[in-house]
T-cell receptor, first 111, second 115 residues
């Protein structure tokens, strides 16, 4: 199983761009990278998924370098409501056991 | 939008009680999952199911069992609740059988306290 490492916490100010990096040194060829967001007292919510290079949707961008040993979730112009825990997952869909969430990154957006 | 509904938001039980946590999804998803979430430990997979009456153990199945009699409903059972099972329990579902990289849809969770 590809293990992921993320910072435990990050602070930012409203209006700034936030980049959260996830390290996954032993990612396998067939693995995808998926990010989830969790607000207090709610279940996690899918944000974005990618395999290589760059993926962008209405919420975030995901940057994956050529070696795929890390990935960066980019949140443009954060607001107070982006305060949440962000999880990086790596897996190829071969088994639900690969859906290991870890402790995530607590992002706190300050006014 | 997919809706995953967990029957209770908060639950307080006594040690030794049999506890049922219910989860229902409304989008005809094949896969359903039960996780528990504890501070500092992230989400840990307890059990999952790819189909009706089919179940597989996750990483921490001890002390738990599950039931999936209908496709839309996945129940988590604590046969004899213990204090170390005090936790937030999260149910999730996803669409494609066996393809677990499909995105997960979560319920809002049940905070269980065992006294």
């Amino acid at each position: 199983l590809a293990k992921t490492t993320q910072p435990i916490s990050m602070d930012s100010y409203e209006g700034q761009e936030v980049n959260i990096t996830c390290s996954h040194n032993n990612i396998a060829t067939n693995d995808y990278i998926t990010w989830y967001q969790q607000f207090p007292s709610q279940g996690p919510r899918f944000i974005i998924q990618g395999y290589k290079t760059k993926v962008t949707n209405e919420v975030a961008s995901l940057f994956i370098p050529a070696d795929r040993k890390s990935s960066t979730l980019s949140l443009p112009r954060v607001s107070l409501s982006d305060t949440a825990v962000y999880y990086c997952l790596v897996g190829d869909g071969g088994s639900a056991r690969q859906l290991t969430f870890g402790s995530g990154t607590q992002l706190t957006v300050l006014p | 939008d997919v809706k995953v509904t967990q029957s209770s938001r908060y639950l307080v039980k006594r040690t030794g009680e049999k506890v049922f946590l219910e989860c229902v999804q409304d989008m005809d998803h094949e896969n359903m999952f039960w996780y528990r979430q504890d501070p500092g430990l992230g989400l840990r997979l307890i059990y999952f199911s790819y189909d009706v009456k089919m179940k597989e153990k996750g990483d921490i199945p001890e002390g738990y069992s599950v039931s999936r009699e209908k496709k839309e409903r996945f129940s988590l059972i604590l046969e004899s609740a213990s204090t170390n099972q005090t936790s937030m329990y999260l149910c999730a579902s996803s669409l494609i059988p066996g393809y677990t990289n499909e995105k997960l849809f979560f319920g809002s969770g049940t905070q269980l306290s065992v006294l």
